[in-house]
């Protein structure tokens, strides 16, 4: 109350000052007044009893500022006065402000952007309810080395058992994932799927917008005919109609009743919250509930699914995980398929699961950004200090006129205050272009990225840095340049005077400047060493090669009638005209698809459980592809049909890995001991399957229609002579005269899908180059600013040195000398800290050494020649200084 | 400007709060009565009284008030106010304390 009281008065005052100041002064009129009239009483004359009033009163403007400051509105009124003395005096030199404003708006707007992202990567909260308590159950075989933990879920029957077993969770669903046609208009549409149980929705406690979740009735064989889509699809299929429900969409040739909507936003499973998705589903655009019948429910060795549970209330992960390893261990001797033995249980929170791998890349971009900041205040610091040095004469006047020195420096502060504002609000705008040109570059890895957006989080990060840095470049400044001696300044006749002081101060500005463009320089010649050496990958097929996909036709529901699909489907392609190569493979290379089976080498040691990579592929697969045998012959034509494999192709790692790189033809391999053998016929160089930056595991080709049962999809491979879009046109007609339900999914060319691959590392290389080659760009302009500056100052002692008998080539060893003592003092400090962050980025490092010697010499050749550059205009300026208009400037 | 008599710090409220314990008053009679009390040993500086009026008004420990003088003329009252009062005391309470503690230095040593 008394706060309110006090705030209400303050306020009062200061819109009222005038009549405050009035009563104030009428008040004291009185005062003096009546002490007048005590001395006229006493005999004065009228002059004398003035005079002494006047002295005993004492100064009535120093009262009346004491009591103006007393009321508390001083800071306030100053503040104001302050603010427009500011603008009055950053519009006087436009030039300074533009560039300073433009410098830091720069640095604040890059900042943003970057927290917006990672805002909408690790801050926002995933709109699953509280996605904390969410976690991923995982049964990891630790005997089988080629497989990630993450890689395989429960089993149908594990998955029930579980579900039964378990008391750790409050909720626990499956779900798997599948690519299916949408027929909506007259050509199909490949959408992703999500199969889900009836506590699908309930566990992720998400609601639909418009009618219905699933129900246990809804999982009943015969009766799952029903869908729900996502927002996306109900906006583009039925333009967001109030009466979707009911309504009937077709999906694999079968009609589904729409039951539900999904709220805007809500696409789980998206790929990048699954450790091992379907590598062509970027986000679920439709639910279906997931059938089983009984036998399927049964099925404890040939299924993986996906399980995700939610935590009971007061469980932790521990707790959870503890749990599911003794049921694990119970599980375990239920299964019949020796790849399980020793199958354990992981539970892994989806919050760790989802964030985890992009952590140290968000904490990276938001220490290489702050950086660019830094050096942005650090220019903003100098040009204020030079602008500082050239107010000398003013601060002096108002100092010598009785200003304090908090005065001083208060009024310093409100125009960094007011550069940093302007600089906040440019900034923002920035911003927003830097957002747009971030989501361009998503590399897809970083989940929920493409939500990144200016929102009120974002813009009240933009407005505390824009304080903070106002506050951070307008420090040093303000204190420096308020260190005012008058007697000093008086005896200077108020011109100029020394400002060693300042200068040097300026120098370490640009010193610190120069180190931490060092460092972000090395990060970057790093990022961008090993992105070259990602760029010359052998990865062992042409990208030129264009790639479709092709699902089972509906029709083919029997092993012959798949057969007879892929021969037909082969031998129309092969037909078209221009077509010159065409192959069949069961799994693209870098597509997030893979398939292991278990094999046994004969006359090698075998282990139990020796997995390699293995492809069905095609005889025009290679050809097509452009993959090289090496040894050996390629797959001839009949054996694409044959019925039982008797033949394989092995990759280059398989041969040195199990024949110790002797020649491989000849030799025979099988997948279980009561297996035919067959016999190695060629041998191909190795293909990037997994990622390209895994080195290739043993590969297995088999015959592509020897598989039992044949692959349920494919990819076509295919070389031609025809336009890409000719090309492209014949594919899709060749698959409509097969099954005109169909749709083609996935056009690619190879090309697209190394791109694809190394897009996260383009994108952190991009971004580490484009900051640090800002930061460089920002110190050269400091560097130079201050030689400039410096130039300017010594243009009296240059003047004095050339009359004196100095070359022009001395002045400029001069100025050189100052600019790469700089350059050498922050190159030294800047080594260091390069070195401890090269250690830090040894993770995002491919086959380059942190310490990488080529990294650590160009770094510096940089630099010195970007100082270089910077000394020239203020070398040449300090050469050809006339040294008689020199000597008269003192 | 004579500042021989200048008070203590924080002494010129405890008197101004005083004074006004008797009656409100405008400033100059506030000046007077200090000096009377103290036997023309404490001037109030007028540079001083005023700040120091409006502080204590603006912490709510006097309010003022526009009144009649003795020669009918305009002039502003001030008069204490219970936070006043309670101020007062404590501020009573410290002198003493100071006061009693400063004796005591002077007479031991």
């Given at each position: 109350m008394r706060l309110l009281n006090s705030l209400r008065q303050r306020l009062n005052s200061l819109l009222h000052k005038d009549d405050a100041d009035t009563s104030l002064s009428e008040e004291m009129q009185f005062h003096f007044d009546a002490l007048v009239e005590r001395n006229l009483e006493r005999g004065m004359s009228p002059a004398d009893a003035r005079r002494a009033a006047r002295m005993e009163f004492g100064s009535m403007a120093e009262a009346s500022q004491s009591a103006y400051e007393s009321r508390g509105t001083a800071l306030l009124d100053d503040l104001m006065q302050d603010i427009r003395y500011g603008i009055r005096s950053l519009r006087r030199s436009p030039g300074f402000t533009f560039i300073t404003v433009l410098t830091l708006a720069l640095g604040i707007g890059a900042c943003t952007a970057i927290y917006s992202l990672v805002n909408a990567v690790m801050l926002r909260s995933l709109p699953y309810g509280d996605a904390s308590r969410l976690v991923y159950l995982y049964m990891p075989n630790?005997?089988?080395?080629?497989?990630?933990?993450?890689a395989l879920g429960p089993s149908n029957a594990d998955f029930f058992d579980i579900r039964q077993q378990a008391h750790s969770f409050s909720s626990i669903t499956m779900f798997d994932q599948k690519g299916m046609n949408l027929t909506t208009g007259s050509q199909p549409e490949r959408v992703g799927v999500a199969k889900v149980d009836a506590n699908f929705f309930r566990t992720l406690e998400v609601a639909p917008l418009l009618g219905r979740d699933f129900q246990e009735a809804d999982q009943q064989p015969g009766n799952s005919r029903s869908v729900i889509l996502s927002d996306a699809l109900w906006q583009s299929v039925f333009a967001g109609a109030a009466d979707v429900l009911g309504r009937s969409v077709t999906l694999d040739g079968e009609s589904y009743r729409v039951v539900g909507v999904m709220p805007l936003g809500f696409a789980y499973p998206q790929k990048t919250e699954l450790s091992f998705g379907n590598g062509s589903i970027e986000t679920t655009q439709l639910w279906i509930p997931y059938s089983l019948s009984a036998q399927q429910r049964a099925d404890r060795d040939q299924t993986s699914i996906n399980a995700l549970a939610r935590l009971a209330p007061g469980v932790t992960v521990k707790d959870a995980q503890a749990e599911m390893s003794t049921i694990a261990a119970r599980l375990e001797p239920l299964h019949q398929s020796l790849m399980f033995s020793g199958m354990t249980a992981l539970v892994k929170s989806l919050t760790r699961q989802v964030l985890g791998p992009v952590r140290p890349l968000m904490m990276l971009l938001l220490s290489a950004v702050g950086f660019v900041l830094l050096i942005a205040c650090g220019n903003a610091a100098s040009l204020l200090l030079a602008r500082a040095a050239s107010r000398r004469h003013e601060l002096g006047v108002r100092a010598t006129l009785g200003a304090r020195r908090g005065r001083l420096i208060r009024q310093m502060l409100t125009e960094s205050l007011l550069l940093g504002s302007a600089a906040g609000v440019v900034g923002v705008g920035l911003a927003w272009l830097f957002i747009r040109a971030l989501l361009r570059l998503n590399p897809g890895n970083i989940p929920h990225m493409e939500t990144a957006t200016l929102d009120l989080r974002a813009l009240v990060f933009a407005v505390l840095v824009s304080l903070g840095t106002s506050l951070l470049f307008g420090i040093v400044p303000a204190f420096s340049a308020t260190r005012i001696n008058v007697a000093a300044f008086l005896a200077s006749a108020g011109t100029r005077g020394l400002v060693a002081d300042r200068r040097s101060l300026r120098r370490s500005l640009v010193i610190v400047q120069i180190a931490l463009v060092v460092v972000l320089l090395t990060g970057a010649g790093l990022f961008l060493r090993s992105y070259l050496k990602v760029l010359s990958?052998?990865?062992?097929?042409?990208?030129?090669t264009l790639t479709i996909g092709v699902p089972m036709s509906a029709a083919a529901d029997s092993v012959e009638k798949r057969r007879g699909f892929y021969t037909a489907l082969l031998q129309t392609i092969s037909t078209q005209p221009g077509i010159q190569s065409a192959g069949l493979v069961s799994e693209l290379p870098l597509t997030d698809s893979e398939s292991f089976v278990t094999i046994w080498v004969d006359g090698y040691p075998n282990q139990k459980n020796q997995l390699v990579e293995a492809r069905d592929a095609s005889s025009g697969y290679f050809t097509a592809m452009q993959t090289?045998?090496?040894?050996g012959r390629n797959f001839t034509p009949d054996e694409d049909s044959?019925?039982?494999?008797?033949v394989v192709i092995v990759n280059q790692t398989f041969a040195n890995t199990?024949?110790?790189?002797?020649?491989?033809?000849g030799r025979r391999l099988r997948t279980s001991t009561d297996e035919p053998w067959s016999t190695i016929v060629g041998l191909v160089q190795d293909i990037r399957y997994e990622s390209l930056e895994t080195a290739a595991v043993p590969q297995v080709y088999v015959p592509f229609l020897s598989s039992f049962p044949p692959p349920g999809g494919a990819a076509v491979t295919v070389r031609s002579s025809l336009p890409q879009a000719a090309s492209i046109a014949a594919l899709r007609a060749s698959v409509r005269s097969i099954d005109p339900n169909l749709a083609v999914s996935d056009v690619r060319v190879m090309s697209d899908l190394t791109s694809h691959a190394t897009a996260p590392r383009r994108f952190q290389t991009t971004l580490l180059t484009v900051f640090s080659s800002t930061a460089l760009f920002l110190a050269i302009i400091g560097i130079y600013g201050l030689l400039a500056y410096s130039v300017r100052q010594r243009t009296g002692e240059i003047g004095l040195r050339m009359a004196l008998g100095s070359t022009r080539t001395g002045i400029v060893r001069l100025i050189l000398r100052e600019g790469l003592s700089l350059l050498i003092v922050g190159l030294c400090i800047g080594s260091v800290g390069a070195v401890i962050f090269a250690r830090t980025l040894r993770s995002f490092l491919y086959e380059v050494p942190a310490m990488d010697p080529v990294t650590f010499l160009l770094v510096p050749a940089v630099l010195a020649l970007a100082t270089l550059a910077a000394c020239i205009a203020p070398s040449a300026r300090a050469a050809t200084t006339d040294p008689m208009v020199a000597l008269r400037h003192e | 400007m004579t500042r021989s008599n200048e008070l203590l710090q924080g002494t010129l409220d405890l008197l101004i709060l005083k004074v006004l314990t008797l009656q409100p008053m405008h400033g100059l009679a506030i000046a007077d009565r200090v000096r009377q009390l103290s036997d023309d040993v404490l001037r109030v500086n007028q540079s001083a009284l005023y700040p120091a009026l409006h502080r204590l008004e603006h912490q709510a420990w006097i309010k003022a008030e526009w009144g009649e003088s003795d020669n009918n003329r305009r002039a502003k009252f001030y008069a204490l106010t219970k936070a006043g009062r309670a101020r007062l005391k404590t501020e009573e309470e410290s002198w003493e304390r100071l006061s009693g503690a400063v004796q005591g230095v002077l007479r031991s040593v």
């Open positions: 630790p005997n089988i080395k080629e497989l990630p933990p993450e990958i052998q990865t062992g097929f042409s990208s030129s090289p045998v090496l040894r044959a019925a039982k494999h008797s199990y024949f110790a790189g002797k020649d491989p033809i | -």
